[in-house]
C-alpha cells in the first residue's frame, strides 16, 4: 500500500507519489495505475499535481497546473516570458497546452531499467515544481493583470520573492 513504503525502499513511480501525497496530508487520486493527481495549497494559489507513468520508456513526467488561463490577446506576452524563464531553469519548463491555454510546468524523471522511483526523487521533483510555479506565479499575474511587459513582469516578480525570504 501507498502509505507503507519505507524511506530506502524504491517503488514503482505512482505508487511513490502516492505514499509521498499520503503523507504529506494531500487529497490524492489515481485516474488510471499510470497517473496519478493531487492538489496542493501553495505560497500563491492551489496548484494541481499529476504524475503520468510511461513503462514503454520508463519515464514519469510530473506536470503542476497552476490554473492559470491564457486569454489570446495575451498570449504573446506569455510566451516571450515563459521563454525568458525556461533559461533560467536547469530542470523541468513552462508550457503553454494548445488544448484549452492551460499553463504548466513540466518534468520528466528518466529511471533506470527497473523502473522504481525513489523518496528522495519524487520529494525533489514535487518540491521542485511546486517552488517553480510559486518562484514564477507574480510574472505570469504582472502580465494577465498588470499589464507589465514581460520583461517587467519576470524583474518585478523576482524582486518580490526575493523580498518574501
Known amino acids: ?10 517503488a514503482a ?8 501525497f499520503e503523507a504529506r ?18 505560497s500563491w494559489a492551489t496548484y494541481q499535481l499529476r504524475g503520468i507513468w510511461r513503462s514503454e520508456d ?3 513526467q510530473l506536470l503542476c497546473l497552476p490554473d492559470i488561463r491564457i486569454a489570446e490577446d495575451k498570449r504573446p506576452a506569455m510566451v516571450e516570458v515563459l521563454a525568458l524563464i525556461n533559461e533560467q531553469l536547469w530542470l523541468g519548463h513552462f508550457d ?4 484549452g491555454a492551460v499553463l504548466l510546468y513540466r518534468h520528466g524523471l528518466m ?4 523502473g522504481l522511483l525513489s523518496l528522495a526523487q519524487a520529494q525533489m521533483a514535487v518540491e521542485l515544481a511546486v517552488e517553480e510555479c510559486d518562484r514564477f506565479y507574480p510574472a505570469f ?25
Request: hydrophobic content about 45%; proline content about 4%.
Open 58 to 60: 520508463n519515464v514519469l
Open 111 to 114: 529511471l533506470g531499467d527497473d
Open 1 to 10: 500500500m501507498p502509505g507503507e513504503i519505507e524511506r530506502h525502499e524504491d
Open 25 to 42: 496530508g494531500w487529497t490524492y487520486e489515481f485516474v488510471n495505475d499510470d497517473e496519478i493527481t493531487c492538489e496542493v495549497q501553495a
Open 13 to 20: 513511480p505512482v505508487e511513490m507519489l502516492a505514499a509521498l
Open 96 to 99: 503553454i497546452w494548445s488544448n
Open 141 to 165: 499575474q504582472f502580465i494577465l493583470w498588470g499589464d507589465k511587459s514581460p520583461v517587467e513582469a519576470l524583474a518585478s516578480a523576482l524582486v518580490d520573492a526575493a523580498g518574501e525570504a
